[in-house]
C-alpha cells in the first residue's frame, strides 16, 4: 500500500486542478503520481498523520549528567557554549568518550537556551523619513591594500548616506578619522545631494565627542559643535559599542564594499597609477548604487524637505604658523616639508587639511604641498623633501651634496640612488656631486626625471659621462659665480718705483760713486723676498736674501760700506 501523501500536497494538486490543468500535467506539476492524482480525484486520499513521533528509539545519552551537572553550569552562567560543557565532562568523567555526543550537547543546550535562557536583543526596525536624518561613518577595507605606483595608500573611506532614500556619498581620507577629514568630506556631501537634513548622527568619533562619562550635552568638541551650529543640524550618535544602533550605514557598509571588490576583481589589480585613477573608481561605484531608480524617485522627494546649504562653507581645516628655516623646510605635525628657497626666513599660514597643506604668504596663496601621516608603531622621522625646491642653491655649491642630511630626500626615487651610488664609482666624488646636481637641474628644467636619467644611465654603461658632455648635450652654462675668471696679463713693476711712493728720490742709472746698474737688469731681475725687519730705521727699499739691517749709531754693528753700495743705501 503507498504511504499516504502530504495535506499540503493534496492542497498543491488541487489549486492546478482548480486552474483548469488536466491530471496528467496537475500531477506532474506537483510531482506525485497519475495513480496518486485519480486518487485525489475520487475522494480516496487520506492525508498522513502530522503529531509524528512522541516516543524515543534510544537512551538518552545525556541523561546522568544534564539535570545534575549541565544545567547548573548553564544557569549560573547562560554564555558558556557546548564546547566548554564537553571538555568539562572530559575533565570529571574521563573515559567515557564524549566527543561522539557533541551534536546531541549542542542541540540540547540550544534548546535549553530558548526555553529557559536570558532575553535576548531586539532589533526595532527604524521608519526613516524624508529630509530628517543624515549618518556617515568612516571605515576600512580589508585584504589586500591598495597600491598607487607599487605604493601602499593608507588610507579609510567616509561614507555618508540619507537612509529615507539610500542616496550616498563616499571619499578616499587620508590618515585617521580627524576632525578635518570629517569636515571636509560632510559638506562636499551635503553639496553633492543638494541640502541639509534635519539631524547628523555618527558613532562615538573622537573628533566629535570627548567620550567621557557625565552630560552628553558638554561632551561635543568645541570644533565639532561649530560646526553642526553652522549647518544647522542637530548632532546624535549611537550607543558607544553597538554596532547594530548604526545598521543604516553599517549595512550598506558591506554593500558598498562587495561592489568595490568586484569592480577591482573585473579590474584584475588593486595597483593604480594615480590616486585619482583611484578616486574615479569609487565614483563610479557610487553612482552606480545612486543612479538606482528607486534611489532618484526618492531623493526627489528627500530633495523637497532638505534645509538649504549655508552660503559660507565652514572652515575644513586647521589653521598654523610656521617658519621657513635656514634649511628652506618647515616642519608640520613633527613631519618636514621642503619649501622653496625663496620662502626662507618667511612666516606661514598652513591651512591643514587631511590630505594637502596649503601654504599662504600672508593672504597671497603660495603652493600645497601632499601631507604625510605617521604610521602606527613607525619611530623615524617622516620627510617629504623636493628637489626642485633647492636645486638653484645646491648648483651653486654641489659638493654639499656629498655629505647633506638630506641626501637620501633630495635625490628622486630608488632608480635615482641607484644611478648616484654608480656616479661614485665611477667618477671622483667631486665629480659626480657636479654631475649629479646639473643633472637634477635639468630634469627640473624641463620636467623629464625618467629621460635625463636614462641618458646619463647609457653614459654610464659606455664610459663617456663627464660633466663637459653633460652640459654640451643639455647646453648648459655653467652656475653663475662659477664661470672661468679672464686672464689677465700683469707686468712687473721697477724696484725704484717703491723709493718714489715712499717719497725718495730716485737714483738715475750711471750716477754716483760705484758703476752704473742698467735699467734691463733691474726691470727683468728677479724680485727680492722680504725678511723680518728688512728695513733699517730710515732706509726705504727692502733688503736682498741674507743681508743684515744697517742700524746706525749701535756698538758692534757693521761699517758703512763706502763706495757703490754706501750710494745704493743711501
Same mark, same amino acid.
Not at 576583481?265 to 531608480?293: C, H, M, P, W
Not at 665629480?431 to 635639468?442: C, G, I, P, W, Y
Given at each position: 500500500m503507498p504511504a499516504p501523501l502530504s495535506l499540503r500536497i493534496k492542497e498543491r494538486y488541487m489549486a492546478k486542478r482548480s486552474g483548469g490543468l488536466s491530471q496528467q500535467i496537475a500531477a506532474d506539476a506537483v510531482g506525485i503520481s497519475v495513480r496518486s492524482a485519480q486518487r485525489i480525484d475520487r475522494g480516496d486520499h487520506q492525508p498522513r498523520d502530522h503529531q509524528g513521533r512522541h516516543w524515543r528509539t534510544r537512551a538518552e545519552p545525556l541523561a546522568d549528567v544534564w539535570d545534575s551537572v549541565l544545567v547548573p553550569m548553564l544557569q549560573k552562567a547562560p554564555q558558556l557554549d557546548p564546547q566548554t560543557l564537553l571538555l568539562h565532562l572530559e575533565e570529571i568523567r574521563p573515559g567515557q568518550e564524549w566527543y561522539r555526543r557533541k551534536r546531541t550537547l549542542q542541540r540540547r543546550v540550544e534548546q535549553w537556551r530558548a526555553l529557559h535562557g536570558p532575553a535576548q536583543d531586539v532589533m526595532f526596525l527604524q521608519e526613516h523619513r524624508a529630509g530628517v536624518l543624515g549618518i556617515s561613518d568612516f571605515t576600512l577595507l580589508k585584504g589586500a591594500p591598495i597600491t598607487i605606483g607599487g605604493e601602499v595608500l593608507e588610507h579609510r573611506l567616509f561614507h555618508f548616506r540619507l537612509p529615507f532614500s539610500g542616496w550616498c556619498h563616499v571619499e578616499v581620507i587620508h590618515g585617521g578619522e580627524s576632525f578635518v577629514a570629517l569636515s571636509e568630506a560632510l559638506q562636499n556631501a551635503l553639496v553633492a545631494c543638494g541640502g541639509v537634513p534635519a539631524e547628523h548622527r555618527t558613532d562615538s568619533l573622537s573628533a566629535c565627542y570627548r567620550n567621557r562619562d557625565g552630560s552628553y550635552a558638554k561632551d561635543f568638541t568645541s570644533r565639532y559643535r561649530e560646526l553642526c551650529a553652522h549647518l544647522g543640524v542637530v548632532a546624535t550618535r549611537n550607543n558607544r559599542?553597538? =554596532?547594530?544602533?548604526?545598521?543604516?550605514? !553599517?549595512?550598506?557598509?558591506?554593500?558598498?564594499?562587495?561592489?568595490?571588490?568586484?569592480?577591482?576583481?573585473? +579590474?584584475?589589480?588593486?595597483?593604480?597609477? %594615480? !590616486?585619482?585613477?583611484?578616486?574615479?573608481? @569609487?565614483?563610479?561605484? %557610487?553612482?552606480?548604487?545612486?543612479?538606482?531608480?528607486?534611489?532618484?524617485?526618492?531623493? @526627489?522627494? !528627500? +530633495?523637497?524637505? $532638505?534645509r538649504p546649504l549655508p552660503v559660507v562653507r565652514f572652515a575644513d581645516y586647521e589653521p598654523l604658523v610656521v617658519r621657513v628655516r635656514s634649511t628652506s623646510t618647515i616642519e608640520v605635525r613633527s613631519v618636514t616639508y621642503s619649501v622653496p628657497s625663496r620662502l626662507i626666513g618667511h612666516q606661514l599660514t598652513v591651512h591643514l587639511r587631511h590630505d594637502r597643506l596649503d601654504l599662504f604668504l600672508r593672504s597671497q596663496f603660495t603652493l600645497t604641498i601632499p601631507r604625510l601621516h605617521q604610521r602606527k608603531g613607525q619611530k623615524s622621522a617622516l620627510r617629504r623633501i623636493?628637489?626642485?625646491?633647492?636645486?638653484?642653491?645646491? +648648483? +651653486?655649491?654641489?659638493?654639499? $651634496? $656629498?655629505?647633506?642630511?638630506?641626501?637620501?630626500?633630495?635625490?628622486?626615487?630608488?632608480?635615482?640612488?641607484?644611478?648616484?651610488?654608480?656616479?661614485?664609482? =665611477?667618477?671622483?666624488?667631486?665629480?659626480?656631486?657636479?654631475?649629479?646636481?646639473?643633472? $637634477?637641474?635639468?630634469?627640473?628644467?624641463?620636467?623629464?626625471l625618467a629621460g635625463v636619467e636614462r641618458y646619463l644611465r647609457r653614459q654610464l654603461r659606455s664610459g663617456e659621462l663627464t660633466l663637459a658632455a653633460l652640459r654640451d648635450h643639455y647646453g648648459l652654462r655653467p652656475p653663475r659665480g662659477l664661470a672661468a675668471l679672464p686672464q689677465l696679463d700683469i707686468p712687473e713693476h721697477q724696484l725704484s718705483s717703491y723709493d718714489e711712493l715712499l717719497g725718495g728720490t730716485p737714483q738715475p742709472a750711471g750716477t754716483g760713486n760705484g758703476p752704473a746698474i742698467p735699467s734691463q737688469a733691474v726691470e727683468t731681475g728677479p724680485v727680492p723676498q722680504p725678511v723680518a725687519g728688512g728695513r733699517t730705521p730710515g732706509h726705504s727699499r727692502w733688503l736682498e736674501p741674507g743681508q743684515l739691517p744697517l742700524c746706525a749709531g749701535r756698538a758692534g754693528t757693521p761699517a758703512a760700506p763706502s763706495g757703490p753700495a754706501a750710494a745704493a743705501v743711501a
Open positions: 559599542g553597538v =554596532a547594530h544602533d548604526n545598521g543604516a550605514i !553599517e549595512g550598506p557598509h558591506r554593500h558598498w564594499k562587495r561592489r568595490l571588490e568586484q569592480q577591482l576583481i573585473k +579590474r584584475g589589480s588593486k595597483d593604480f597609477e %594615480t !590616486e585619482s585613477e583611484y578616486r574615479q573608481l @569609487v565614483a563610479q561605484v %557610487t553612482a552606480s548604487l545612486n543612479n538606482r531608480a528607486s534611489v532618484q524617485q526618492n531623493l @526627489v522627494i !528627500e +530633495r523637497l524637505h $532638505l623636493d628637489f626642485r625646491h633647492v636645486i638653484d642653491s645646491l +648648483r +651653486r655649491k654641489p659638493r654639499a $651634496l $656629498l655629505r647633506a642630511q638630506l641626501q637620501a630626500d633630495i635625490l628622486p626615487g630608488e632608480a635615482w640612488h641607484r644611478l648616484w651610488r654608480r656616479l661614485l664609482g =665611477a667618477l671622483a666624488p667631486d665629480e659626480a656631486a657636479k654631475v649629479m646636481v646639473d643633472a $637634477l637641474h635639468v630634469a627640473a628644467k624641463g620636467d623629464d
